[in-house]
């Protein structure tokens, strides 16, 4: 039986939507709904890992658990590393959930489903992704989509992630949810790694592990949340979590 621990980093320095994660959604900073969401998922101790005293106060006014990291950190997953180690470092979590801090209308079940895959020892990496039913998100960069072959209902083994449409041919498409669940092991052998030509590339910093001989497998989920990353789908999350409220 694994033992997670989720982790969710958060910083302020976004440049197309300043101060995000204290975005005002239904009363509450975007960080609360996102810590809310993890919580509500039910599979371990949830921290938020920031480098900012606001976000820190937030999470801890509604009860949450935050710890403060370096500022100058280059990725989400070094900050994550770092949390890692303040928060255990006796290694009693052999599971880390890495939960995007910008993912307020996520639903709690998908964050459980991430870790499933991790039951097959084969895996180092487990993530998440949905299919593409717009012909726009299949062709916009921004779009990242996962390339895999199915190893079981509903889940996939990650043989690439890209901007572009892809694979070629009829069939399903799979825009990934970057979200992940680690083996402690397979983090701490992932942030070892120096970057790789494919993840400079694409700017993709999953590819680092898969062209490290590393296995991503992804479950194939239903609900795809929405990122918030600009004003419109600031509203966009506003308008769905105000929905969900009246249901």
């Known amino acids: 039986m694994s033992d997670p621990l989720v ?3 958060a910083r302020l320095a976004a440049t197309r939507l300043p101060n995000k994660p ?4 239904a009363g509450e900073p975007m960080i609360v709904h996102v810590w809310r969401r ?3 998922a039910g599979i371990g101790p949830v921290v938020v890992a920031t480098d900012t005293d606001a976000i820190a106060r937030a999470i801890e006014a509604v009860g949450g658990v935050a710890v403060m990291t370096r500022a100058d950190h280059p990725s989400g997953s070094d900050r994550l590393a770092e949390a890692l180690e303040i928060v255990d470092p006796e290694g009693r979590h052999d599971v880390v959930v890495n939960v995007q801090g910008d993912l307020p209308t996520i639903h709690p079940g998908i964050i459980g489903a991430a870790v499933t895959p991790l039951a097959d020892r084969a895996v ?3 993530t998440l992704c949905a299919e593409i039913t717009r012909d726009a998100e299949a062709a916009d960069p921004n779009v990242v989509k996962l390339v895999g072959h199915p190893v079981g209902p ?7 992630f890209t901007r572009a449409r892809a694979p070629w041919g009829e069939g399903p498409l799979f825009h990934h949810i970057g979200l992940y669940a680690y083996r402690r092991t397979a983090l701490t052998r992932f942030m070892a790694l120096p970057p790789g030509a494919l993840e ?5 910093e999953q590819l680092r592990a898969l062209e490290a001989g590393m296995r991503i497998d992804a479950i194939v989920v239903d609900d795809l949340p929405l990122g918030v990353d600009t004003p419109a789908d600031l509203e966009r999350a506003r308008a769905v979590l105000a929905a969900r409220r009246l249901n």
């Open 124 to 126: 180092d990496i487990a």
């Open 7 to 9: 982790l969710i980093p």
């Open 22 to 25: 204290l975005a005002d959604i």
């Open 200 to 204: 400079t590339r694409e700017k993709l």
């Open 154 to 160: 509903n889940r996939l083994r990650a043989l690439y």
């Open 38 to 40: 993890a919580v509500e």
